[in-house]
């Protein structure tokens, strides 16, 4: 009771003044995430996950291959069946940690889900005061996150509600109704957040990141009621034919919001249709350039691993063959990269139409671009040559005449000398992009567009 009544005193005397730090606290490494809240759910009930080349594979290790540093895990108070629950969450975190990811902890504060149309309160607090509620949500945060902690976990980020645009725990916490008491909420959250993890960021997460007056309305009631986060968090799920001018909306939230509020921002869900994986890359690769160029700490793709229709939901990025779609090559960010799966991708001649429209204006689609140039080389025999001045791809061991080894399967090829020519395969059958000294392309499939050697391919750069 008397913490409570400290809180609203704390919240009263901030009414007027700034808060929180300004947004240089950012962490260094642009977070390219993904919620995978939906795998062992996915998993238990038989789905399987493969990668570029068609091998099965943990999903978690096919996502750092297509750039992915960091996940995003959605918690449920009580759920059905378990799923999203404490113990759950736990597991999937610590293969995460295992996987060298960053970790977003995204609570619901609710059984089941919690978004714009729906914040239902949990059964067990569906009669309790306000008061009760905000002790609820301060109790059930530090719990799961001490449990977190006691496993080894410490996650990077907190999010405080899920698309919380009119509040949380209705009707008590509805913003429209009663924004101070939607700011204690925040608040109750806030405080257990950095009693457990003081370095942890928390997020206040708000749909349709292009909508600028809601942000507006949202944060400037939660500032003057005394409500206290670090980072401001966005979804957006545009369509086929919308995404550039959401994007360009988007951007400029972005940057008022950091403006306004002195704090950092962070594109916390994307998606697209999975059906339209050619212009969903397009979109992606456009809303990571224009992420960064505003200043977030990063963008993450909501559950890209849900292939064929799991659970009713369309926006995934992976084919119906269990492997990722042409669309998680966008987070590769800079390595040429064209997946071997669109050629067998269901989408890829209708989607491709729309989207090279729509990408020829983006100014994020270097990786495209530069793939479609002299910046690739083909060889399914010893020697050949593609024009250009690409190398000649000569032998039959595992690299090329006159090149060295610089990565196996799933590395990193860092080019620090030689032409700047990286070969890919092995016995004789090759392909080679043009990286360029002093810079490096995953050794994947996805990286180079092609399966030429078979499993296991190797990377060597010219010498």
Not at 280 to 287: L, V
Not at 419 to 435: E, L, Q, S
Request: proline residues 3%; aromatic residues 10%.
């Amino acid at each position: 009771m008397n913490r409570f009544l400290s809180q609203a005193l704390r919240a009263a005397a901030c009414l007027g003044l700034s808060f929180g730090l300004l947004g240089g606290e950012a962490a260094a490494q642009f977070a390219k995430g993904a919620d995978v809240s939906w795998i062992t759910e996915q998993e238990a009930a038989g789905t399987r996950f493969y990668s570029d080349s068609g091998s099965q594979q943990d999903v978690l290790q096919i996502l750092k291959d297509h750039g992915v540093n960091a996940v995003r895990l959605r918690v449920w108070v009580n759920p059905q069946g378990g799923w999203n629950g404490v113990n759950d969450v736990v597991a999937k975190a610590k293969r995460a940690k295992a996987a060298g990811l960053r970790i977003m902890i995204d609570f619901h504060y609710s059984d089941s889900w919690a978004d714009p149309g729906q914040q239902n309160k949990p059964a067990a607090w569906s009669s309790h005061s306000f008061e009760q509620l905000m002790n609820d949500v301060w109790s059930h945060t530090r719990d799961v996150l001490n449990t977190l902690k006691s496993n080894g976990i410490s996650p990077e980020w907190v999010q405080v509600g899920n698309e919380t645009n009119n509040g949380m725990l209705w009707e008590q916490g509805r913003a429209s109704a009663n924004m101070r008491n939607f700011a204690w909420l925040v608040n109750s959250g806030y405080d257990a957040t950095k009693e457990v993890f003081p370095s942890a960021k928390v997020i206040v997460h708000l749909s349709n990141a292009y909508d600028n007056s809601l942000f507006r309305w949202m944060f400037d009631g939660l500032k003057n009621n005394g409500a206290r986060w670090d980072i401001i968090g966005m979804s957006l799920y545009p369509t086929t034919s919308d995404w550039p001018t959401l994007n360009s909306q988007a951007l400029s939230n972005m940057r008022d919001m950091k403006s306004r509020y002195g704090k950092d921002v962070m594109i916390v869900e994307i998606g697209m249709e999975a059906s339209a994986a050619t212009t969903s890359r397009a979109f992606i690769q456009d809303i990571l350039a224009k992420a960064r160029s505003a200043g977030a700490l990063g963008v993450f793709y909501w559950e890209p691993q849900a292939y064929g229709m799991w659970k009713g939901y369309g926006k995934a990025a992976w084919q119906d063959n269990g492997r990722p779609s042409v669309a998680m090559d966008a987070f590769l960010e800079g390595s040429s990269s064209s997946s071997s799966s669109s050629s067998s991708s269901s989408s890829s001649s209708s989607s491709s139409s729309s989207s090279s429209s729509s990408s020829s204006s983006s100014s994020s689609s270097s990786s495209s671009s530069s793939s479609s140039g002299s910046s690739s080389s083909s060889s399914s025999s010893s020697s050949s040559s593609s024009s250009g001045g690409a190398p000649v791809l000569g032998g039959t061991g595992d690299y090329p005449s006159g090149f060295s080894k610089c990565a196996e399967l799933g590395g990193t090829c860092n080019v620090s000398k030689g032409t700047g020519w990286v070969a890919f395969g092995r016995k004789g059958k090759w392909v080679a992009k043009h990286v360029g000294v002093g810079s490096s392309i995953a050794c994947t499939v996805a990286a180079f567009g092609s399966d030429p050697g078979g499993n296991p391919n190797k990377c060597a750069y010219q010498q």
